[in-house]
């Protein structure tokens, strides 16, 4: 979930290193709130005929609809208010640590 947080202008180095990865499984429901939408698997390929070869493309109509409420959620927020409600999430969850780091019957870590 902490790549999420690649949407924010700065990043720990540790992040920064899933931008040179070949693939990944992302969950933008999750980050963003959204129920309705899937997970999304990004790939880099050389060879278009590859990925087609793997069953990661397809032209089947229904296929692709899959992905209609993730676009249509992402056109509706836009980029700014993406960075918006992961900036929101990450202050929420700092918020709740502070909290719970005032409490002596709970342990961080």
């Given at each position: 979930?902490?790549?999420?947080?690649?949407?924010?202008?700065?990043?720990?180095?540790?992040?920064?290193?899933?931008?040179?990865?070949?693939?990944?499984?992302?969950?933008?429901?999750?980050?963003?709130?959204?129920?309705?939408?899937?997970?999304?698997?990004?790939?880099r390929?050389e060879?278009?005929?590859?990925?087609?070869a793997?069953?990661?493309?397809?032209?089947?109509?229904?296929?692709?609809?899959r992905?209609?409420?993730?676009?249509?959620?992402?056109?509706?927020?836009?980029?700014?208010?993406?960075?918006?409600?992961?900036?929101?999430?990450?202050?929420?969850?700092?918020?709740?640590?502070?909290?719970?780091?005032?409490l002596?019957?709970?342990?961080?870590?």
């Amino acid at each position: 979930v902490n790549l999420a947080t690649l949407a924010l202008g700065q990043a720990s180095s540790a992040i920064m290193a899933a931008t040179r990865t070949d693939s990944m499984t992302l969950t933008p429901g999750q980050w963003l709130g959204l129920p309705a939408v899937t997970a999304v698997t990004l790939y880099r390929h050389e060879d278009p005929a590859m990925s087609l070869a793997a069953g990661m493309t397809s032209s089947q109509p229904v296929a692709r609809l899959r992905a209609l409420p993730l676009w249509l959620s992402l056109q509706h927020l836009g980029h700014d208010g993406i960075v918006h409600k992961i900036r929101h999430a990450t202050a929420l969850s700092q918020h709740l640590l502070q909290r719970l780091k005032a409490l002596t019957s709970i342990k961080t870590s």
